[in-house]
């Protein structure tokens, strides 16, 4: 679904990614595991073009997407949850949704009712200001307003970054139903539990580049690369 | 000191009238300019020019339909869309490329516009005066609290706030709108949900300049159309939307009933200095509150 190769990505003249290469076979959730400053965000961003790479290639679905502007890239079926959420603010979370809305996918498409059917809490909060609301309500918008774009991969840049529990074990359950619906995930995260729970591969980022990588069973194994690069 | 006529009743509720319907123009120009600072975060110089165009605009079409009602009608519905063909072009081939940058250079940028601009005009409409006679039904004055009040002032007092209407059901209530309102606040979001943003920034600036055309259009037959007219109105556009905070459609609505009304109050009250209450209530306004009056989206 999504290749990543030796990707370098640069923010003005400081070097960010040196030569990041991933892959995510479709129907899977693939894990980007790293500190903060690791990287993550940057390959995230790198994918979706928003901070385009100088060097290196991503191909979604065979086809090279690299220079391409967002939109193009979000057309093609990439939907992206960045880690500071984003919502917009000014707009209700009903009008957030509908402006997101891209007809794609058939009978079984994403759709203004089908997210609220998915995220029941969004549901009842329809007309107030995303600005008002609480984090993982934001949070919830932010993947719902991704999935309206009926996207067949979805980059989720730490989704459970500053919630409560309770809130991030409910995201865990729903971004577990997005894979059973079909959907192939990159999911960064810090929080290792996480991401170990759900993904089927992962891939551990340090100072820029892949320091590891392999099946999740590896990697719950292998403690000492956990230690290594993720112990804070 | 020399004071103005004697101030009754009557002659103070013609003057806020007058004021209203002045305030009227100064919102439509204004909020355009307040829609492209709020959604591109251009402070567009060069607004005032595309004003001046629209009066000029309206001058050439009313004579081309050979004057009287329907050149008068015909003029004002089609010079707005003579100033937006102006911006489609200005901002595809000129601004597009230049959102990224910094606000010193944009200021730069469409300030040589606005001087580009007006020389343009002067070679096209040359130096002379021009003016537009309003048709019949519009010319004349009505009996209002015992003095006459210009029929072509309570037109305007009709058209401003269709405009405000017709404004606020536009960026609330169509979708297009609604992006443009996302992508005041997060242009990469919008970008990143497949939105094609260059597009909505291209419409919303030509939306803005045609709210300046349209500005044009109706105060021509109220005023002497000629060269110098974009320099007037930018500064009080510009400080309108400044004490309505940027890009805030009410704000400038608010900013431009101040202005409006200060300035003709001020004709009644102290004619020789008339010209210094409105930027009096500048000051005050910014004093009170230097960030506008309304929420600033910057």
Redesign the interface.
Known sequence: MLEVEDVHTYYGLSHILFGVSLEAPAGEIVCILGRNGAGKSTTMKSIMGLTPPRRGTIRFKGAVITGLKPYRISRLGIGYVPDDRRVFADLTVGENLEISERARGGEHAWTLSRVYEFFPALGRIDGRRAGFLSGGEQQMLTIGRALMTNPELLLLDEPTEGLAPMVVHLLEEQIAALRDRGLTVLLAEQNQKVALRLSDRGYVIDNGSIRYHGSIQDLRENEDVRRKYLLV | MDFGQSITLSAVGVHLLVGLSRAMILFIVSSGLSFVLGVLRVPNVAHGSLYMIGAFAAFTLNNAFGGGSAGFWLALVLSPFVVAGVALVAERALFCHLYQREHLMLLLFTFALMLILGDLVKMVWGADYRSITTPEVLEGSLPILGSSFPKYNLFLLIVGPLVAVGLYLFTNKT?IG??A??A???R??????????SWVFAFAFVLGCFLAGLGGALVAPTISVTLGMDHDIIIEAFLIVTIGGLGNMWGALLGSLIFGVTQSLGVLLWPQFAIVFPYLAVVIVLVWRPTGMLKS?W
């Open positions: 979708k609604k992006i309102r996302a005041a606040v997060d990469d979001m919008v970008d990143a949900i497949g939105i094609n943003v989206v």
